[in-house]
């Protein structure tokens, strides 16, 4: 049994506090640059500041802070989640990823320890998506990649983002001054709740990300032809839900089996779908992902292709749609390594595992080499559910493992 101590302790009783900001008094909702979030981000910097940290809010709102290192405007390693959630969250989800570090930093503040690099702690604004439909906000400014055509975007009230960011004391026209310099940039670790059931059921604490998948994501419409459930004959039929019934079963045998591998079909539905009517139209949703592209990317070859062949043999039309693409992000392997070396070092089980979910590290990519470490998470490995578990021992866990990557850690530079 792990040994619970005051960083596991803290980390937890800090994720109840920062819940308490919230849109809704009745469930977890914070999203980008509402008064919520704000005051989430004046806690994070608080906490920060206490650690010994300096603190800063960039143009994105991105919260910043900086332990220096033995010298001044050292090249830092950064580490860091986001503190938005989805709609009715649960607690950890990238929260962790921010309260971790914290922590640890703390303890080497109380030590007066100091390292040959700064350390910074980025608690990315924005990572969901949840209020104007764009993902990775945060992170993409820090990258340099921030599309400002998202500006422009609205919200469910009809602000754009553009106006809501200067409304809360933030210059989109600053944005690409928040992009680091890959010089000053050592690397990225990302701490994160696994977001699944792999290290729960194998009863392991941590793991070390191989990659973040990629994803493929489409919106396809079978169109067949109604007819009346009693009069038209089965071999006579054009039916579009048995159609798109069908192929989401191929999607099913093609995605399993195959490591890394998954598909799903999200959303299916029947457009003014009646009882005793042959359905003339079927609509969903593909989500395929693997954490390499070219295995991600035979897959989609493999389900279009059948998807053509069952539309022509059952007599019906159609209209596929891609709306999302996103390549994989592999971790570096010299960073997989010192991650490793610090679990053994910890005592702890070795597992590697690929991430299905996205997250900053994908767009920081860009920017530096990146690693992640899972954490266990319980409930069956729910998240962005208010169901979303965690234990102190795990969090205590995972914060000496951190400890031990960043004490021990040889950059590339």
Known sequence: MIQTTDKGATIMHRADELARHSETPDMLTRTYLTEAHQGAASQIARWMAEAGMSVRRDAAGNVIGRYEGSTVNAPSLL?????????????????????????????????????????????????????????????????????????????????????????????????????????????????????????????????????????SRFMVEVLGLAGHAGTVPMGLRRDAAMAAAEMGLYIEKRCSGIPGVVGTVGQFSIPNGATNVVPGKAVFTIDIRAERDDVREAAVRDVLSEMERIAKRRNVDLDINRTHEAKSAPCADWLQEQLADAISACGLPLRHLPSGAGHDAMAIASLTDVAMLFVRCGNGGISHHPDETMTEEDAQAAARVLSRFVENFSSRL
């Open 79 to 215: 580490t860091g989640s986001h503190f938005d959630t989805v709609r009715d969250a649960g607690k950890y989800d990238g929260i962790l990823g921010i309260l971790l570090p914290i922590a640890c930093i703390a303890e080497w503040h109380r030590q007066g320890r100091r390292f040959p690099f700064a350390i910074e702690v980025i608690g990315f604004a924005e990572e969901e998506g949840v209020r104007f439909k764009a993902t990775l906000l945060g992170s993409r400014a820090i990258a340099g990649t921030f599309d400002e055509a998202v500006l422009d975007k609205c919200d469910n009230q009809g602000q754009t983002m553009r106006a809501v960011m200067n409304a809360a004391g933030f210059n989109p026209a600053a944005l690409a001054e928040a992009a680091y310099k890959p010089q000053t940039v050592l690397g990225f670790v990302e701490v994160h709740i696994e977001q699944g059931p792999v290290l729960l059921d194998e009863n392991l604490p941590v793991g070390v990300v191989t990659a973040i998948s990629g994803a």
